[in-house]
C-alpha cells in the first residue's frame, strides 16, 4: 500500500491550484446540500465555497449550513480538556514557537513525576477529565519516560471513574505508540504545521529533527497500526495560505476515511500567535489569518468532517470561541502552558492565551444553550493548592530596586561601548575592547533580565490591586518585556552581521533604541510602584 506522503507528492500540485482558483468549481448551494447529508467534502468542494466567499457573502450561509450538520451529525455534548505541560526543553527551531531551542528567554521546566501527580490532583479536583499531555522535542524526555506520565494520568482518572488522556508529543515510532497504548493513552494529537513543503523547510531549521516531512503525514499509518484509532490532525493556521493547508487536511481526512474508514477524531484550528522571544509572530503577515478566515475554515471544517470534534484553544479570545463551537466539539477552558504551571499561575508559556471566564460560568453557558459538558466532574478537596507566588519567583521591593540600579549600570555601560564601536576604526583595540564588553552586556541581559521580568510578573505583579487602569498598564509592562526579548534576540543577531561586515550601523540604532526604551520602561515600573 502506497503510504499517505507518496500519494501527497502527486496531489501537490493540484492542490495549490485549488487553493487559488477565484471561481467556484460547483455550485456553492449544492455543495452545501451534499454536505448537509453528513457526506463530508472533497477538496475540490472545499475550494468552491471557499471561492464562493471571495465573489460575495457566502460567509453566514455556509456558517448555518456547518451548524445544521453538526446539530445533526455530533450529539448535543461539548467536552472540555485541559492541556498539561510535561517540558519545555526542545532540540528544534520551529521559527514560530516560544520553545523553540536558542529562545534565550523562554522558561526551560521539566516536570517530575511528583510535581507531575501534585499538579494533576490539583486539575482533577476541578473536575478536569479530559487531559492532554503535551511536551516539546526533549531528547530527556523519551516516549518510555512519557509512558509513565500516561501510565499515571490512566491510574488516577480510572480511580475517578474514567476519562481520557491525549498526547501531543514529537512523532514517535509505531512499537513507541503500542507501549504508550498499553500505558493508558487514548488519543494522539499532531499539526502538520503546513502542508507546504517549501514553506514547511523554512520554518523549520536544518538540522532540526522536526524537519522531516514526510514522517509526519505518515505518521498517522504508524498510529493507526499500533492499535490508538483516534487521532487529531491539524495544521497551524498563519504558516502558510490557509487555503491549500484547509484542503490538504481534508485530503489527508479524506485518504484516512477510504484507507482505514476512520473519521479524524479532532480537527486542531491553532493560529499562529504571539510568542515571547518569537520574531515572526509578532507582526501581520501575508499568510496572517483574519477572525473572518479562521470563521470560514471553522465551517468548512465542521462541514468536512461532521462528526469530528473541532479543538478549541485559548490562543483565541472566548468571545469569539464561544461564537463558533458547536455541539461535540473540544473546549479548552483552563490553559497554562508551561509545564507546572498551575501549581504557581501565569506564567509565560509556549505562547500567549487569553483569560477566559471560570470552567463553571463556561458550562454555564453551554447549558444556557442546551448543551452537556462532558469530562467536567464536579469540584472535590484536593491536598494540592496553587501556590500564592512561588518562592522561587518572589522578589522584595529592596532587592528589586537594586536590581533595577544594576541594570541601570549595565545600560551605561552598553551605551559608552555603542560609543567606542562608532568612534573607532574596526582593528584598534578600543573596538575589540567594546566588542568583547557588547558581548558580556548581551550575555547579562539575556539571563538577568529574563529572570527579573519573569519575577516582576508572577511575583510581583499579581500582589497589586487595582482598577481597569492599573491592569492595563501591568499588561503594557508584560508586553514591553516580551519585546526586550525580541530585540535581544535581534540585537544577537545583529551582532553576528556586525561580525562579519564591521559595519555597526545597524547596531547602532538597535542597541540605542533599546537602551532608551529599558531606561523608560524601569522609570516607569518605579514610578508606579512609588504611587501604589
Ligand atoms: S513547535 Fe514543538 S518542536 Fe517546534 S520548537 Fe516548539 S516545542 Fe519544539
Redesign the pocket.
Known sequence: MAKFSELFATQQGRLEGLATISAPLRQPRAVLRTAEQGKGLEAEDAASLVAATRMQSWGAEIQAAANQVRARWAGKAVEFIIPVYLTSF?Q???L??????SNPIAERVRLSLEDFDKQLDLILSWGHRQIELVL??DPDFGPDRVARYVAATRRKLDSLGGGMVALCS?VYRQEDYVRLREAGLDWVVEWQETYHRPHFDRWHFTGSP?RHFESRLDLWDSVLASGITKIGMGVLLGLYDFRHDVLAVIEHGNYLRRTYGIEPHALGIPRLKPARGVLASQKRNRFSVSDDDFRLVVSIYHLAFPASRLFFNTRESYDLNISLVAPGDLFTVDCETLPGAYLRRHLPG?FSTHDYPPRREVKATFEKRGLTVNYLADETPCGAEVAAPASETAIDQKRWMEQHAQMRARLQDWEASLEQLSTNASQTPERQAADASLREILEYFKNVLTTHCRQEESGMFPALRGDAELASKLAAFRAEHERFGVDLDKFERQMISYGLSKDPTVLLSLGARMIREMRTHLAAEEQLFKDR
Open positions: 526542545c528544534n527551531e520551529c514560530y514557537c516560544g520553545y523553540r531551542q516539546s522535542d514529537p522536526k509556549q
